[in-house]
């Protein structure tokens, strides 16, 4: 399998370095350590979004670490989430939060898997106790793309809503993608639109909608990225926490894993996952407040530390309030941005948003 991820992941001499050192120690250690090493197994989701990451995910780890050299190391466990049994709902109906990843930590927790892949925007501020976030991998475009129905066409760039006519149907499952087209544009009429993204293009071919918004991640992952009618600029449409990251999580006490997968994390995508999940775990909204969140790293000063820049927007699901506001600082104070937004926009924005 080719990694979905671009090469400029290929690793550092240092990440190497601290690669086979972990993976020296653990081939020396295997016999005593706390498990089995090999095989790994590894716990996903089964869409195909979920399988291109994780497969990508473990050509990636075979690059960083020499006695995972092949992909017979690891064992693939397909499992099945309530936000993937459920269709027919919105998630807010049915417990919104963690439903694509509570069957995954029960499989971590338990034993039956060492670690799992996860899209990070689908995974909960809060994980269970004896869970941890073990690695972030660099970020994929996080924006948003609006895919137009058969009959409609991109026309002013300048104003990406303007190929939607009067009325239009968007297909969304997303209160954070409604509230912001509503916002900009209330004669809009939206419809529940679940499932994979390949079954949400299907439904939008057979004009169940007129248009829909899914992740520029997602779709590039997918190789469909031609798909996107125009692709919206976070100015426009502030991303969901997390979107186009994609996350590890093992258990805490899992040393060697941790010690592994620590050494090729994504240094940037530590930080901005960071800001963008104390954001949105400070305003803790319920499933049906829409909140987005984007961080980046931006250099002030040639040959200076980058600045972490952070945006934070709540709204009403109608559109008829919608607050952004954005704050800067150095990256290793990531969470305590994140935070100090989340608390500027709470203590701003009417409380009846955040209530279940
Ligand atoms: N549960 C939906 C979901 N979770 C992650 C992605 C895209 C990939 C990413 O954000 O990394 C998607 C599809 C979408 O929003 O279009």
């Not at 095989?39 to 979920?50: K, M, Y």
């Not at 998630?91 to 963690?98: F, Q």
């Not at 901005?272 to 949105?280: D, H, K, N, P, W």
């Not at 290793?332 to 500027?344: I, P, V, W």
Request: aromatic share 4%; hydrophobic share 40%; net charge negative.
């Amino acid at each position: 399998m080719d990694s979905a991820y671009p090469s400029s992941t290929a690793p550092s001499p240092a990440l190497q370095k601290v690669a086979a050192e972990a993976a020296a120690r653990q081939k020396k250690t295997s016999g005593h350590s706390s498990r089995r090493l090999l095989p790994l197994r590894v716990g996903t989701r089964g869409s195909p979004l979920a399988l291109v990451q994780t497969r990508a995910f473990l050509t990636m780890l075979t690059r960083f670490c020499p006695v995972l050299r092949d992909m017979g190391a690891f064992q693939e466990h397909q499992i099945n989430t309530t936000g993937d049994q459920v269709q027919d709902r919105r998630l807010a109906e049915i417990g919104g939060k963690g439903l694509f990843a509570k069957e995954i930590h029960e499989a971590l927790s338990d034993g039956r898997i060492d670690f799992a892949v996860h899209s990070l925007k689908d995974l909960e501020t809060t994980l269970p106790p004896g869970l941890v976030l073990a690695c972030t991998l660099r970020r994929e475009d996080a924006r948003d793309a609006l895919i137009l129905g058969p009959t409609l066409a991109p026309t002013d760039p300048d104003d990406p809503y303007s190929a939607l006519p009067q009325g239009a149907m968007v297909g969304c499952a997303s209160v954070r993608r409604q509230a912001q087209m509503l916002h900009v544009r209330p004669d809009l009429k939206f419809g529940l639109l679940r499932g994979n993204v390949q079954t949400r293009l299907d439904k939008l071919v057979a004009r169940q909608c007129d248009a829909t918004l899914l992740a520029l991640a997602g779709l590039r992952r997918l190789g469909m990225e031609e798909r996107a009618s125009l692709v919206l600029s976070p100015t426009v449409m502030v991303p969901a926490a997390g979107q186009g990251i994609v996350g590890v999580t093992v258990r805490e006490d899992d040393v060697e894993l941790r010690e592994l997968l620590a050494a090729i994390e994504d240094y940037e995508a530590r930080a901005v996952a960071t800001a963008e999940r104390a954001l949105l775990a400070e305003l803790d909204g319920s499933c049906r407040t829409p909140i987005g969140g984007y961080a980046q790293l931006i250099p002030v000063v040639a040959g200076e530390a980058p600045k972490l820049h952070l945006t934070g927007l709540v709204a009403r699901e109608d559109g008829s309030f919608l607050l952004k506001r954005d704050i800067s600082g150095a990256p290793e104070d990531a969470a305590r941005l994140g935070r100090e937004l989340g608390e500027s926009l709470r203590a701003d924005s009417p409380s009846d948003i955040f209530e279940e």
